[in-house]
């Protein structure tokens, strides 16, 4: 029995239908008379003459034609937009209408020129080709228009036809502050910001009635005596000490002001890091352009020890691994870190105490872009080791990351100090 004729699945219903349906119950056909009007003579849009041309949606080649699409398969076609040209401006209009913009809105629009008042600017301009124009008439691309400061600014109206103007937006008027040259004020922010050390504390909200179901931690601040900026030398915790406050009512006068000491204002603190989550939490809110400023870090870390029992060796090997990641990522985004300060209890057992051994890797990490910081003091602490033996291997640490010439006069001077010796007083009497 001869088994009935198969239909091409382009000829069949159901699915392999070849328009079958998409999404909401819509035929997958393309309606290929939503851009071009029906014509009597052919119904579908022809077959492109150039075999290697691209094809898109609805039959329109993928050239770029301004920013538009082209029917290249209807040459007469009086109803489809045209690119009207005048000057070094560019508006697709329909004919018979009229464009409200003129070659003035594309000089005020780039280069912020005054040759535009303000005005409507009623002109119909005549259609042309779709060919390329010379560069003086080509399309600007968006990456191309320079926005430089003007007082008039590209005001579109309400409405989805509305027209294009151009509106004086003069501007804010300038405080005599602001007015000044920048030399002069930049003088006085140095004078205002001055040098303060900040110890960066990470602390449950002190309002926990705001989030009540999870527990969560903010970062303060407590000041404390800032270093010697010459010796780097930190001055005694005993006695009173009233510190200045710090100018962050200065920083958000104004947008202004703000960009302009931002990065002064962190260029001058001297931040302590007690823990590597504080790190973490700095770095995640700060902002990058801060973060390239600051210039002394502080850091102080003391290691986890070995546990008795091998299931608590987890915790050790994630509190090392954060402490090594800490120290790299200041390392990559502190570019302009000149000062390090480092004090650090080791708690690795059994150690040899040489530099290359994985208690001293995360300190080598300042070093991964080479010796570029001015000052590095690494002060190192274990019971295992007499105190010369740690302070030789820390000395070696800040040669490796240590700028050569810096390192070198600090050595210098250390020398000449233990060469002189303790200086004594020495008592004059006067005899009248």
């Known amino acids: 029995m001869a088994k009935p004729k198969q239909q091409n699945r382009g000829q069949q219903g159901g699915r392999g239908f070849r328009f079958g349906r998409g999404r909401g119950g819509r035929s997958n056909k393309p309606n290929l008379n939503s851009h071009v009007p029906e014509d009597s003579n052919s119904r579908f849009p022809a077959e492109s003459s150039e075999p290697s041309a691209p094809r898109g949606r609805g039959g329109y080649r993928n050239i770029p034609s301004g920013g538009r699409k082209q029917d290249l398969n209807k040459s007469g076609n009086l109803q489809n937009p045209r690119i009207a040209s005048k000057g070094n401006a560019k508006v697709s209009v329909a004919d018979g209408h009229t464009s409200k913009t003129s070659n003035a809105f594309s000089n005020a629009y780039q280069t912020g020129s005054p040759n535009c008042d303000g005005k409507y600017f009623i002109k119909a301009y005549p259609g042309s080709s779709s060919k390329l124009k010379p560069e003086e008439d080509r399309v600007l691309s968006p990456r191309s228009l320079q926005f430089g400061p003007t007082k008039k600014s590209f005001y579109q109206g309400s409405g989805r036809d509305a027209p294009a103007i151009v509106r004086n937006t003069l501007p804010a008027k300038l405080s005599a502050f602001q007015r000044l040259p920048g030399e002069l004020r930049w003088r006085i922010y140095e004078l205002v910001f001055d040098v303060h050390r900040v110890e960066i504390l990470r602390s449950r909200d002190k309002n926990p009635e705001n989030n009540i179901r999870r527990v969560h931690y903010r970062l303060y601040h407590r000041q404390l005596r800032p270093r010697d900026p010459k010796t780097h030398v930190a001055p005694s915790s005993e006695g009173r000490f ?182 004594k007083a020495k008592v004059i009497r006067l005899m009248f």
Not at 352 to 362: A, D, Y
Not at 382 to 405: C, H, N, W, Y
Request: proline share 5%; charged share 25%; aromatic share 10%.
């Open 242 to 423: 009233t510190c200045p406050p710090l100018p962050i009512a200065l920083l958000i006068t104004c947008r202004s002001i703000y960009r302009d000491t931002l990065c002064l204002f962190y260029s001058r603190m001297q931040f302590i890091f007690n823990t590597t989550r504080t790190v973490v939490r700095f770095l995640k809110i700060t902002n990058k352009e801060a973060q390239t400023a600051i210039q002394h870090i502080e850091l102080n870390h003391t290691m986890y020890s070995e546990p008795a029992l091998l299931n608590f060796r987890w915790y050790k090997c994630m509190s090392d691994m954060a402490w090594y990641n800490a120290c790299d990522d200041l390392t990559v985004y502190c570019k302009s870190l000149r000062v390090l300060h480092i004090d650090m209890t080791i708690r690795d057992w059994p150690i040899s105490l040489q530099v290359g051994e994985r208690w001293s890797l995360p300190l080598l990490a300042f070093a991964r872009y080479g010796p570029r910081l001015d000052w590095v003091d690494i002060r190192l602490h274990m019971g295992s080791f007499k105190q010369d033996q740690l302070e030789k291997v820390a000395r070696e640490i800040e040669e490796q990351i240590m700028d050569p010439t810096a390192f070198q006069i600090r050595e210098d001077e250390r020398l000449a100090r233990e060469l002189a010796g303790p200086v």
